[in-house]
C-alpha cells in the first residue's frame, strides 16, 4: 500500500505588526481626551464628506511637542526601540525620529480611506478609546499584493474560484481598537480605517509617522570618503540616510514666488 503524503503549508515572510496594551493613568489619558477636543475645536471632519478630522489636513502635525502627550511619547519611544530589536535591527547603527504626529477623530458615519504613508518608515497608532468590539471604526491593514492568488485577481474578484475571506487570500485584516492600544506596523503597508458605527461615540487616536536615520556619530563632516584610519564606523549604510543634522538645505531663490496654487 501506497503511503499517504501529508500536504504542509508554511507562511512565510509574515507582516510584523506589533501590538502592546499600554495601561496609562486616568489623568493622562484624560488630559490627553481634552487636547485632542481643543486641537479639534469646531472642526467636525475633513474636507471630503465622510472623512474623520485629521489634523495633519488641518495644521496639526506635531503633537508630541505638547506637554499633553508627554507620557504618550516615553512610551512610544520605548516600543518603537523594542519593535526594531524584535526585527533584528542593530540599534547601535540607527537614530529613529518623530516625524510628525496628529490626531485622528472619527464622529458617527465617519472613517479613513485606504492610504500609506510615504514619506516615513515606521507607523504607529495610539488608541485613546474605544471598546474592543470594532464598532467605532477598526483599523483596516492590506497586504502588499495577494501573494496566493495564483492568478492576478482572483482573491479580489467577484464570482471567482476562491473562497471568500479565506485566510490565506484575505483582502484585509481589522483591528478593533481598545482604550490603551498601541500599534506599531510598516509605513509602506496600505491601511484605512472603517467608518464609525456608533451613535453617540467619537473615536479618537494618535498617529505617529518615524523616520530612520544613520545615527550622529556615523555622520561626522567629512567622513562621507570612507579613507582614512577607522573611517568604516563613520560610513553610512547603504539605503540609510545621513542623520538630519547633517543635512543641508537648500534655499529657494530670493525672486522666486509661490503661487496659492503651488506653482512658480
Known sequence: MAPAFELQLRQLFPLALAQVQLRPD???SAVMLQALLHLRGEQQGNPNPGYAWTGDLHGVAQIHRLAPFAWLNEQVRQQVWAYLLALGFDASQLAVHIQRCWPVLSAPGQGVGRHHHPNA???AIYYVN???SGRSGCLRLYPHR???ELVPGLAVGHGGPIAVDHPLNAPW???APEAGLLVLFP???DHAVTCND???ELRMSISFDLVLTAPLSRSAAGAG????PGSASLVTPEYLSPHPSDWTPLLAPADLSIREDGCP
Not at 570618503?225 to 582614512?228: D, K, R
Open 173 to 175: 485584516v481589522d483591528l
Open 130 to 132: 474605544g471598546d474592543g
Open 187 to 189: 509605513s509602506s503597508t
Open 26 to 28: 486616568p489623568l493622562d
Open 121 to 123: 518608515h515606521l507607523s
Open 198 to 200: 456608533e451613535d453617540e
Open 146 to 148: 495577494q501573494v496566493n
Open 225 to 228: 570618503s570612507g579613507s582614512g
